[in-house]
């Protein structure tokens, strides 16, 4: 919808929603975590935030929802802003065709995870946060809350706690990995920074505001630089063949953006010089994205053609 030549955002918004409840099933919420199980599967809410400050939204929009692991692509960021290209060197960038908490390729990959959007890649990342930081989770609750503007961002306790008591699988990668000598931390405080990160609570709004920096190619909020134009470049390369898992392709194939989804049902996708879009239902297909989000973010880039193709 245009007016005068302009995008009306907030009709556009509601729009995409429309057209993503056509779409059948709705798929179900994470229990394999069951601090997640209960989430309200009819929840749903799409937030826009443009490169110059503005922020649309619609449903659920400014409802806080387990960000998961849209916390890879912070982590992800940060170590590279304080740590420079030595990540590349324990961590690949090929999108893995496996599913987000497999074990299988770190055996003949020897303790290098393909890429730092699975879980054995976002452990490896944390690891590198946490040498550089002293605080991995604690660094990535104060990037978001200082991109946001909303000091009230934190970790859900009952959520981190949850996932601890059932994380015997991350717990397997973590020592895998680290009996390749690819841990510097002891894994224990890796995997309490890796839960805590993934347990923070935001919303809609709260990403895309944050998702902002890679639309602009590096820049915070504030006008600093977090990133390098090639570096931000690269974690948005990394994001769209790497950030929705195994589903990465059809994400390509429908949605033509970089994103990163999370198994509480966001996804925050990059609107490369024009904005960050969040979605969140969570409701989830097989490989772990959200249903009605993808099918939203599909609405949302065939009805503007924003794709990066
Ligand atoms: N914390 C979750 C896990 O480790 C993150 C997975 C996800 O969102 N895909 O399994």
Request: hydrophobic fraction near 40%; aromatic fraction near 8%; proline fraction near 5%.
């Amino acid at each position: 919808p245009r007016h005068n030549g302009r995008v009306d955002y907030q009709e556009l918004l509601h729009d995409v929603m429309d057209t993503a409840r056509r779409t059948p099933g709705r798929g179900r919420p994470a229990d394999y975590i069951p601090a997640l199980a209960s989430a309200d599967p009819e929840a749903f809410g799409v937030a826009l935030a443009t490169v110059d400050g503005e922020v649309y939204g619609a449903g659920d929009w400014e409802r806080p929802f387990s960000i998961q692991s849209i916390s890879k692509l912070f982590t992800l960021a940060l170590a590279l802003a304080e740590g420079g290209d030595d990540l590349w060197k324990r961590v690949g960038r090929e999108p893995s065709g496996n599913p987000f908490n497999s074990l299988v390729q770190l055996e003949t990959e020897h303790g290098i995870p393909r890429n730092p959007f699975i879980n054995a890649g976002a452990l490896v990342v944390t690891d590198r946060l946490l040498e550089l930081s002293g605080d991995a989770a604690g660094a990535v609750r104060e990037f978001l809350r200082a991109e946001s503007g909303n000091e009230l961002i934190s970790t859900d306790d009952t959520v981190a706690a949850s996932e601890a008591r059932h994380g015997h699988r991350n717990a397997a990668l973590a020592h895998f990995i680290a009996s390749y000598g690819n841990l510097r931390n002891p894994v224990d405080s890796v995997l309490a920074h890796y839960y805590a990160h993934c347990a923070i609570s935001a919303s809609c709004r709260d990403l895309a505001l944050v998702g902002r920096f890679l639309a602009r190619h590096g820049l915070r909020a504030d006008g600093s630089r977090l990133l390098t134009r090639s570096e931000a470049k690269r974690v948005n390369a990394v994001l769209l063949t790497c950030g929705t898992y195994d589903a990465a392709g059809e994400f390509a194939f429908r949605v033509g953006l970089p994103g990163k989804s999370g198994v509480g049902g966001g996804v925050l996708a990059v609107l490369p010089g024009r904005g960050a879009v969040c979605v969140w239902s969570p409701g989830l297909d097989t490989a772990g994205n959200s249903v009605l989000g993808v099918a939203a973010l599909d609405a949302l880039t065939t009805a503007t053609g924003w794709s990066v193709f």
